[in-house]
């Protein structure tokens, strides 16, 4: 009759308990997978409006070049499709382009293809009509307004965002990005899969659960049973099992009293443990942009000024860094550009860093010398340096009309200088002390003249001791070898082509210093 009993019990308990299980996992299931597709709605909108800006970046000032009363070139339309073709790879979108409105219809000024279309040559043309344009893309046209469509035209299904926008030059467009339904079906089913899996897991525990407590309270009856039953025979040396309706369900409280406490502890100081790094990987994000919104980031920052062509780019190793570069004119002829390397990485290297970039461009005036303004610089950063901290910086000063190059060496590396067919060679070491360490230095002023195609190639020492996993650096000898196998590209190219290269020699080694790289190719006046 115990088995009997010990059954009935059982069942019971699962008649009670098991329908609540159920119940609230299928309701809890149902909140995650809605909440779920809301995350991922949002992700994808985000995505959308974060690629659209991307794009406005690039598109304002090609749009105050071309006209539309006339078509582009077809180099210059090809070398835009390129653009934001490579953009849309690189994003994993599946178009971004940009439409007028010309003659009262839809008209394209500039698109993307896909890897496949462009492997055909597939591709809108200059002022191409739109067709099937959707209401969203002509809702944005109407009432300016940024619009969200999911839509069907002859290139496929698409979730879109559709963003009215003006250029520098007044002139008014729409940016379009699009993403395949495919890709937020796809999404929605992970979503789905994901629900599913949370609902059998807690179901499945829920039920192991409800056989665990039914058979902690059946077992020590029947155990109880059998030792009574022992007992019955004249075995008066049974021990009886442990009541558990008496001290044992009070040193349970007791225990499970104790462990909430513990956990509950352990929770709060979870908490705030994890409040703590959100803020301050929230306070170094913000450093971080702060940090990179005060460098020259927009190339070619001059498009009217044929003179020259300059590009540069910052890597930092951490959140914030201690390098930085800037350029700058000081009057119509004279442009000033600088590249920095604080002796520090982090946040104290990250303020130094802005503090001499503000101090070199307050100490430049009409008629200023490199020399003078890190002497100028060094004095100013010297008065309450109490942690001996120092930066490096080469500072030079270009004549767009002559070529000539006025320049002062902090201890910083040496530039390279590359001359249009020519070998590359590093500029001549100077002797000078960094800068920030000692009151009243005096700086050489330097002078050399670049020619019409010569450049000057300046970068930090994160580039030439970056490091592989056989803690072998990059070195000189490998920059020069891949700065001399770009000849004939363009500034933007040949960085790249380091950076490149660095990535390919560092593999999954990871970054330990900031890598700052700048590039000034002179053109002459032509």
Same mark, same amino acid.
């Given at each position: 009759?115990?088995?009997?009993k010990?059954?009935?019990i ?8 098991l329908?609540i299980?159920i119940?609230?996992?299928a ?5 995650l ?9 949002k992700?994808?909108?985000d995505?959308?409006l ?18 539309y ?8 339309y ?13 994003i994993? *979108?599946e178009y ?6 010309h003659d009262?219809?839809?008209?394209f000024?500039?698109d993307s293809?896909?890897?496949e279309?462009?492997?055909k ?11 099937d ?6 809702e ?11 839509y069907?035209?002859?290139w496929?299904t ?14 008014e467009?729409?940016?379009g990005?699009d993403?395949?339904v495919?890709?937020l079906?796809e999404?929605v089913n992970?979503v789905?899969?994901?629900s599913?899996?949370?609902c059998?897991s ?7 659960? *409800? ?6 309270i059946?077992?020590?009856l ?8 022992d007992?019955?025979?004249?075995n ?16 349970l ?5 104790h462990?909430?406490t ?17 803020r301050?990987?929230?306070?170094l994000?913000?450093a ?22 300059i590009?540069?780019?910052i890597e930092?190793?951490?959140e *914030?860094?201690?390098d930085?570069?800037d ?9 000033c550009f600088?590249?920095?390397?604080v002796?520090d990485?982090g ?5 130094l ?12 005036t ?5 020399d003078?303004?890190?002497m ?5 950063l010297?008065g309450?340096?109490?942690s001996?901290?120092?930066?490096t910086?080469?500072?030079g ?11 002062a060496n902090g201890?910083h590396n ?19 002390l960094v800068?920030g360490?000692?009151y009243?230095?005096?700086y050489?002023?330097e002078?050399? *003249? ?12 994160g580039v030439?001791?970056?490091?592989n996993e056989k ?11 891949v700065?001399?196998?770009?000849e004939?590209?363009?500034v933007?190219?040949?960085i ?9 020699f ?11 790289m ?6 002459g006046?032509?």
């Open positions: 009759m115990v088995p009997l010990k059954i009935k059982k069942f019971l308990l699962l008649l009670a308990i329908p299980f119940i609230t996992t309701l809890y299931t149902g909140y997978y809605s909440i779920g597709k809301k995350s991922v709605m992700d994808v909108d995505r959308l974060t690629a659209a800006y991307g794009v406005k970046l690039f598109a304002d000032p090609y749009h105050d070049r071309i006209s009363e006339h078509p582009t070139s077809p180099t210059e090809l070398k835009v499709l390129l653009t934001l073709s490579e953009f849309s790879w690189k994993n *979108v971004a382009y940009t439409m007028i409105i009262n219809k839809i008209v000024t500039s293809s896909t890897r279309e462009f492997a040559n597939d591709h809108t043309k200059f002022l191409q009509e739109y067709t344009a959707s209401e969203g893309l002509r944005a046209f109407r009432d300016k307004k940024i619009h969200y469509d999911e069907t035209d002859q496929g698409f979730r879109s965002i559709f963003v009215p926008t003006i250029s520098k030059g007044g002139k467009y729409v940016i990005i993403i395949k495919t890709y079906k999404m992970k789905i899969r994901n599913l899996v949370i059998v807690v179901f499945l525990i829920s039920l192991i659960s *409800v056989i665990l407590i039914a058979r902690s059946t077992q020590p029947s155990a109880m049973a059998h030792a009574t039953a007992i019955a025979t004249g008066l040396d049974t021990e009886l099992p442990p009541v558990k309706s008496g001290d044992e369900i009070r040193r409280g007791e225990a499970f009293e462990m909430k513990s956990l509950k502890k352990y929770i709060q100081e979870l908490a705030e443990t994890t409040a703590a790094k959100e301050i990987e929230s306070e994000k913000i971080h942009d702060i940090q990179m919104s005060i460098l020259p980031k927009l190339f070619p920052p001059f498009p009217d000024r044929p003179e020259f062509d590009y540069a780019m930092p190793a951490r *914030v860094g201690g930085f570069y350029f700058f004119f000081i009057d119509n002829d004279h442009l600088v590249i920095a390397d002796s990485k946040i104290p290297a990250s303020l860093m802005m503090v001499t970039k503000t101090l070199i461009k307050a100490n430049t009409t008629g200023s010398t490199p003078e303004i890190l100028k610089v060094n004095n100013e010297c309450g340096n109490d001996s901290m120092f930066v910086i080469f500072c000063i270009l004549n767009t009309q002559t070529g000539e190059v006025l320049y201890g040496p530039p390279l200088i590359i001359g249009s067919g020519r070998e590359v060679t590093f500029l001549e070491k100077t002797a000078e800068v360490i000692t009243g230095i005096a050489t002023k002078r050399m *003249v670049l020619q019409p195609g010569d450049s000057l190639f300046l970068y930090t020492d030439t001791e970056a490091m803690n072998e650096l990059f070195s000189e000898g490998r920059l020069i070898t700065v001399t196998a770009s004939g590209k363009s933007q190219e040949t790249d082509g380091v950076m490149g290269e660095i990535g390919r560092s593999l999954n080694t990871p970054q330990a210093d900031d890598i700052t700048m590039m000034i190719r002179f053109n006046t032509g």
